[in-house]
């Protein structure tokens, strides 16, 4: 059990690690004065979900889930 444990925890420190870099890598979500005038409605603006920062938002949300999850099981005290 106490490799288990030890894997978990290696597996925990680099989904934190993975997780930090995917939210700084993320454009910020303001459009500036773009979104007054309707100028955000653009290509990449309606096909975000099949851009690079789509991918990313959707790897940034699997890779939150999982940070839960492994919280939750290390803090169990079952090993």
Do not use: D
Not at 19 to 37: D, F, N, R, W, Y
Not at 50 to 69: D, P
């Amino acid at each position: 059990m106490g490799a288990l444990k030890i894997i978990l925890t290696i597996l925990f420190i680099i989904v934190c690690i993975a997780l930090v870099v995917l939210v700084l890598m993320q454009e910020g979500k303001s459009a500036g004065l773009g979104a007054i005038s309707g100028a955000a409605e653009t290509y990449w603006g309606k096909n975000k979900g099949r851009s690079m920062e789509g991918q990313l938002v959707k790897l940034t949300k699997i890779l939150a889930v999982s940070f839960i999850l492994l919280a939750v099981i290390l803090n169990l005290n079952v090993f």
